[in-house]
T-cell receptor, first 114, second 109 residues
Framework: AQSVTQPDIHITVSEGASLELRCNYS??????LFWYVQSPGQGLQLLLK??????LVQGIKGFEAEFKRSQSSFNLRKPSVHWSDAAEYFC????????????FGPGTRLSVLP | DVKVTQSSRYLVKRTGEKVFLECVQD?????MFWYRQDPGLGLRLIYF???????EKGDIPEGYSVSREKKERFSLILESASTNQTSMYLC????????FGEGSWLTVV
């Protein structure tokens, strides 16, 4: 069965610092991979996705993520964090039947210090 | 842009009431989903539908039912609301990417 782990429950960074959020997945083949952001009281917003091709993908709000097959990872990065990036971040994988079998990680809460 | 609209953002219902949560998507997606989200428990799938009038149970279907009479609309029904169903409910639709609505906060008193 597919699974997604996000090892960090909560991360705190200073505004302007770089950020990396970790995501590892378990799946037999190459899955479709996603990152979402959720602000308090809101739904999940798609940041970026990877289906195939270039393993470094760019997303909205200045985020990027890199797919590493050998490590079964899809880590999210941002070179300089803004206070408005404080939110919950979810990694997700879509496997067996694309479009129907989304599995979400537990989320990482990001706090940003001024 | 994909739009998933949940008609009610905040609801307060009494125990035993029948509750309808409505969701509409505008992208002609085949697949639609209902999740609930609780602190520390992440996203849990209640039901999903892959076609009109078709539904599949998710991880926590007990106490819920769904209806999909039209492709764009997916309703979640709480037949007899209970206090342990107080939660945030998220509707979503997908083709190869899943998109979410803004969420419906339900409080059962």
């Amino acid at each position: 069965a597919q699974s997604v782990t996000q090892p960090d429950i909560h991360i705190t960074v200073s505004e302007g610092a770089s950020l990396e959020l970790r995501c590892n997945y378990s799946y037999g083949a190459t899955p479709y991979l996603f990152w979402y952001v959720q602000s308090p009281g809101q739904g999940l917003q798609l940041l970026l996705k990877y289906f195939s091709g270039d393993t470094l993908v760019q997303g909205i709000k200045g985020f990027e993520a890199e797919f590493k097959r050998s490590q079964s990872s899809f880590n999210l990065r941002k070179p300089s964090v803004h206070w408005s990036d404080a939110a919950e971040y979810f990694c997700a994988v879509d496997g067996l039947v694309h479009g129907q079998n989304f599995v979400f990680g537990p989320g990482t809460r990001l706090s940003v210090l001024p | 842009d994909v739009k998933v609209t949940q008609s009610s953002r905040y609801l307060v219902k009494r125990t035993g009431e029948k509750v309808f949560l409505e969701c509409v998507q505008d992208m002609d997606h085949e697949n639609m989903f209902w999740y609930r989200q609780d602190p520390g428990l992440g996203l849990r799938l209640i039901y999903f539908s892959y076609d009109v009038k078709m539904k599949e149970k998710g991880d926590i279907p007990e106490g819920y039912s769904v209806s999909r009479e039209k492709k764009e609309r997916f309703s979640l029904i709480l037949e007899s609301a209970s206090t342990n169903q107080t939660s945030m409910y998220l509707c979503a639709s997908s083709s190869n990417t899943i998109y979410f609505g803004e969420g419906s906060w339900l409080t059962v008193v």
